[in-house]
């Protein structure tokens, strides 16, 4: 274990750490949105899985891990950055992507803006949890037991300016992910191949795709109340 | 064979010394031929400020054939120039076009301090090297050549990675000035080979902390490095190099 | 005055075995008390001084590039040659032995060739240890290739980086004993001067090429592995910062230079394409296994390759030399080309350059076989000149390439100066008149690896050095002689910059004392030289200061070393009044055109003892001696 956190506190140790957190944390946003998309089978569908997931006990543990993993991730990312800009004091007056020179560049717009769009769930995740996890608890006619969450999420997205919120955060998570899959498996030691890239940004979009369908289904009225 | 000549503006970093400040500073290169090389314009702008009891340019350069990795320069913010699996020696002014300016600055990263000029200190490299990028045999000691067979294709992987040149165009690229693609291709080079396991987990380690040491920054997987490289030494290095890292610490040691 | 080249007793294949079991040793222990000077970081340098820091000593590296890596030898492309015998076609240490004595004209020591050959083999051990990673068969084991001169495949390679991945390999051993604490390294700095305390070699002065400060240093002997001298042409396919002055130096403190004139020219370089041209770039010799070398007919003739009928071209190798055609060695390659243009037949922009022609081996074999073959030199060709050399015929010229003269060594390869021992290029020991190819990282490696560690433990254990600081007299007066001609070369002032100096002695060498010389043109070659040393100590303009980066200024010290050295060379020539190998003068030719030698007169080594830059040097002599192997007459027609 001494090994493991001496590991952590080297520049490729860091990498790792992000690397194996943010496969973790995109491998929960996989279960999410597949949760979400469960709203889909209707109101008791939806509110049974919820109930599920929050009445096992082992929820206490996973919502720890996933604030283990959410705090790691940021704050190595932060750390690494930090260090990454530490690197270069002096800035060139003239610089341009190698992309013109060779194909082998994979850098873009988004794999140049981790830290923006990593920083920027701060902003959003303790919102979405307001929202969602903190916000009314509606009892469900079917069983007062049982929250009907199918009701608040209906509502809030309902309001255009919270649709716009919601699906504008999930496209910055969209864009985190289309170069964060394939870097997390290459910091892992994975080797760098084009469907690597691929399914990273397949993954990218199908998991975004997932979490704006609810919101925008729900403005235009395709799903009942 | 016509003998168009052009005329250029170079664009360059001056700097006085480490700690002196810098700037970009014109200088118009008129008649010019397109058979030059971008050095060699270098030589011929110097030669002029020679003559005009100015300072000439400082800049580093050896073999002018590709090979020593002595020269390096950012040419229009892309390191050793606009052409792939090319050093900065080997850009000719064929490619330019009458009238262009071509800016130039030195490698820039913290690990690479400025001497002069576009000179730069990248004695950081060698420093990591000696920090274990070898196979520790004393003169003499070696067994017969063929007593150890290596699979072709084992070989051949190893020498992609060692045909790495040194020359630091990999961390002048990258956004984070990360050396991790010249620590990989040492890295993979000996590790493809039967010589270099026996120090596998010691030379990725002290080469590793040798790296960190030196100040230069993580890789962020953007593979800007792999693009500028004159050897087109692959990020797969980089990858292999995680893989080594990782193992390295996780193997329960005595 | 006779040299003794301390060529031991015995049969030749016991000479050096048996050497090394009298040869005096130092006690482990005492090895760290030992301080060593290595200038030069390549092969030789960098093998020699891993090895002595191995083994225990004190070894202080200089080299003036910013990292022992980069040092010129990383520039041999194709390989490196040794006695293994791997392939079965006979091979063994006498034939390698032998062929490099031949390929040298006979103007080699026949113990120091036999010993090379002996050692060669252990060369490819150690180098194959160390994960330098040759080219290998499936089955996992070494591949070999043929070269120039030699009739079966006794060369090993890497790809077309043999010089590459070997000075890695003795660069990553040399940076182990970095780590070791053995080896201490001084990158960007240059020697300036030797110092001799007692009639030995004690120790150096530099100059710190960043700061510009000199420093002095002590040891109890001094190994100098700094290269050749090609770039006295100016152009060559010598890295830019390889140079003389180091060799030269320690020239003007008593060490005898040796053939000075034997310089390797090249037939197969990219010509120069105008006056900025800064260097010039080998193409594989092996392009002449497929491509034809020819000129137009008619002097002058300016039309497109394409537009000159077949009737029209002179394929003057294949006329002149039915038998070996275009494969005929370096040398008659070089000299014929020199020749035709000289006839005004000559092309390209310049009237420098002929043509190699692979028009006729793509009809054969097809534009697919010919990219298989020499792809990346085409593309290297292409890259350079800008012309496809798939549908124009390339362009080539020779060019300086190899310096087999260096500073005299003995069999231990000490110079007369006792504690200065030259290794590698710098000395004049092995290759004779003529370098055979994948020749000198061999030399480079035996000399660093496998002899200097056993002959200068034998120095050290059988002298007894008085202690010596830097802050001894001789230091001293060393170091202020360097600083008087710093200043002095600064305060000329003139006109005239270094580099346009350097490229008119260049060119004066390069035109009268060449591929082919004779004794009036080398006589208006040294009277020039001298003429122009004058003027460049009255004309010279050296910009900037002397206490930071300079670059003018280390060029001008250097390029006022060659304007002395240019003079010996021109000197040596005249006085070898015979042909042999590189060196050919036009007045010693067989009926053939070939390379007449002279054995009655001039089977010896010239070395020559400075006596003052103005003042004749003397010319020592050690004769070679020939016990086996028979002296033969080479011919191609």
């Known amino acids: 274990m001494s090994s493991l956190v001496r590991s952590f506190s080297s520049s490729l140790g860091r990498k790792l750490l992000m690397g194996a957190s943010g496969l973790l944390l995109l491998a929960f946003l996989v279960v999410h949105v597949a949760g979400n998309l469960v709203l889909f089978a209707g109101r008791d569908a939806f509110n049974g899985y919820s109930y599920h997931l929050v009445s096992n006990p082992l929820i206490y543990v996973a919502e720890l891990a996933l604030l283990v993993l959410f705090t790691a991730h940021l704050v190595a990312g932060i750390v690494v950055t930090a260090r990454n800009r530490a690197a270069r004091r002096h800035r060139y007056a003239v610089k341009h992507w190698a992309r013109g020179k060779s194909s082998k560049s ?35 006619s079917a069983d007062p037991a049982v929250r009907d969450l199918y009701r608040l999420v209906i509502e809030e997205f309902r309001r255009p300016l919270e649709v716009a919120w919601y699906v504008g955060a999930m496209l910055v998570i969209g864009f985190h992910l289309w170069h964060g899959f394939a870097s997390g498996c290459e910091s892992l030691g994975v080797d760098d191949r084009d469907w690597l890239r691929r399914t990273g940004q397949v993954l990218a979009v199908a998991i975004t795709g997932g979490f704006v369908i609810v919101p925008i289904a729900i403005w235009l009225g395709w799903v009942p109340a | 064979m016509s003998e168009a000549t052009m005329t250029l503006t170079l664009r360059v970093w001056r700097q006085a010394g480490p700690d002196a400040p810098g700037r970009l500073v014109d200088y118009c290169a008129r008649g010019v031929s397109p058979h030059m090389s971008l050095l060699e314009l270098l030589d011929v702008v110097n030669e002029d400020l020679t003559a005009k009891g100015e300072e000439p340019i400082a800049f580093d350069s050896d073999c002018r054939e590709g090979i020593c990795g002595s020269c390096g320069l950012v040419v229009d913010g892309v390191p050793h120039g606009p052409q792939a699996a090319t050093t900065t020696c080997q850009v000719f002014l064929r490619h330019y076009r009458d009238g262009n300016v071509i800016t130039i600055e030195p490698w820039r990263a913290r690990a690479f301090p400025i001497i002069k000029d576009l000179v730069v200190d990248r004695s950081a490299l060698d420093r990591i090297i000696a920090a274990g990028g070898y196979v520790s045999v004393d003169t003499g000691s070696a067994p017969e050549a063929n007593a150890i067979p290596v699979p072709k294709d084992e070989a051949e992987r190893a020498m992609d990675s060692a045909a790495c040149i040194g020359c630091g165009a990999c961390v002048a690229a990258c956004k984070n000035a990360s050396a991790v693609l010249f620590v990989g291709a040492k890295i993979e080079h000996l590790t493809r080979l039967p010589q270099g396991l026996p120090e596998r987990e010691r030379r990725v380690l002290a080469m590793v902390t040798q790296m960190d040491a030196e100040g230069f920054g993580s890789c962020s997987n953007e593979g800007e490095c792999e693009a500028v490289c004159p050897k087109e030494i692959s990020v797969t290095n980089i990858q292999r190099l995680n893989r080594e890292y990782a193992r390295a610490r996780l193997k329960p040691r005595r | 005055m006779i040299l003794d080249g301390k060529v031991p007793a015995g049969p030749l294949d016991a000479k050096w075995a048996r050497h090394k079991d009298h040869l005096k040793l130092v006690n482990p222990v005492n090895r760290r008390k030992h301080t060593v000077i290595v200038v030069g970081t390549g092969l030789a340098g960098a093998s020699a001084a891993a090895s002595l820091g191995e083994l225990g000593y004190n070894v202080l590296a200089f080299t003036i590039l910013d990292s022992p890596r980069r040092a010129h030898s990383i520039a041999a492309q194709g390989g490196i040659n040794a006695a293994k015998n791997y392939k079965n076609d006979g091979d063994s240490v006498f034939r390698l032995f032998y062929d490099t004595i031949k390929g040298g004209d006979f103007r080699a020591r026949e113990a120091n060739v036999h010993r090379l050959a002996e050692v060669s083999v252990k060369i490819i051990d150690h180098c194959v240890a160390q994960g330098v990673p040759f080219a290998r068969e499936y089955g996992g084991f070494l591949d070999n290739r043929s070269f120039g001169g030699a009739q079966l495949s006794r060369t090993f390679y890497a790809r077309g980086q043999t010089g590459q991945q070997l000075l890695i390999g003795a660069y990553g051993a040399l940076m182990r004993q970095v780590h070791a604490g053995t080896v201490k390294i001084f990158p960007r700095h240059e020697m300036l001067d030797l110092v001799v305390v007692d009639g030995r070699a004690r120790g150096i002065v530099t100059r710190n090429l960043v700061t510009g400060e000199l420093e002095r240093w002590a040891g109890d002997a001094v190994l100098l592995a700094t290269g050749g001298y090609g770039n006295l042409y100016f152009l060559s396919t010598n890295a830019g910062n390889s140079n ?165 060594v003995d069999y231990d390869l000490m110079s007369n100066l006792p504690g200065l021992f030259v290794l590698g290029e710098a000395n004049f020991s ?10 000198a990282l061999m030399q480079g490696l035996a000399d660093g690896y496998f002899i200097i560690p056993y002959t200068l433990a034998s120095y050290i254990a059988g002298t007894t050095l008085s202690k010596v600081t830097a802050d001894h007299d001789a230091f001293m007066e060393a170091a202020q002689a360097a600083q008087a001609r710093i200043d002095r070369v600064l305060r000329v002032r003139g006109d005239v910059s270094v580099t346009a100096h350097h490229r008119r002695l260049g060119q004066v060498m390069w035109e009268k004392c060449s591929i082919a010389r004779n004794a009036r043109g080398i006589e208006e070659a040294r009277a020039a030289v001298r003429a122009q040393r004058q003027e460049f100590w009255h004309n010279v303009r050296v910009p900037g200061e002397p206490t930071n980066f300079n670059k003018s200024l280390e060029q001008a010290l250097r390029v006022a070393d060659y304007l002395e050295f240019g003079e010996l060379v021109a000197i040596d020539a005249l006085a070898r009044d015979e042909s042999c190998g590189s060196h050919f003068r036009e007045e010693h030719a067989t009926p053939d055109g070939e390379a007449q030698r002279d054995d009655e007169h001039f089977a010896h080594v010239a070395a020559w003892e400075w006596r003052g830059t103005e003042e004749a040097p003397t010319l020592h002599t050690e004769p070679l001696h020939f016990e086996s192997v028979t002296l033969t007459q080479r011919s191609y027609r």
């Open chain 1, 106 to 140: 994979h850098k873009s717009v988004a794999s140049s803006t981790m830290i923006v769009s990593g920083v920027f769930m701060i902003a959003f995740v303790p919102l979405h949890l307001w929202t969602f996890k903190w916000g009314p608890n509606y009892p469900s």
């Open chain 3, 430 to 439: 092995d290759h004779g008149a003529n370098r055979l190819g994948a020749s």
């Open chain 3, 244 to 408: 003389v002055t180091a060799a030269w130096r320690c020239a003007k403190r008593g060490a005898y230079f040796a053939n000075p004139c034997f310089v390797q020219i090249h037939p197969t370089c990219i010509p120069a394409s105008g006056e900025h041209q800064s260097k010039l770039t080998l193409m594989s010799e092996s392009l002449r296994n497929d491509g034809r070398v020819w000129v137009p007919q008619r002097a002058g003739d300016r039309r497109a390759p394409s537009d000159i009928p077949e009737s029209e071209r002179f394929y003057f190798l294949e006329e002149r030399y039915p038998s070996f055609g275009n494969l005929v060695p370096r040398d008659v390659a070089a000299r014929n080309c020199k020749s035709v243009c000289e006839a005004g037949q000559g092309v390209g922009p310049t009237g420098y350059a002929v043509y190699l022609d692979f028009a006729d081996a793509i009809r054969r074999f097809g534009a697919s076989v010919i990219r298989e073959r020499y792809g990346n030199l085409f593309q290297m060709y292409e890259r350079i000149v800008g012309d496809d050399p798939y549908a124009v015929p390339m362009r080539i010229y020779p060019a300086v390439h190899y310096t087999m003269g260096g500073l005299w």
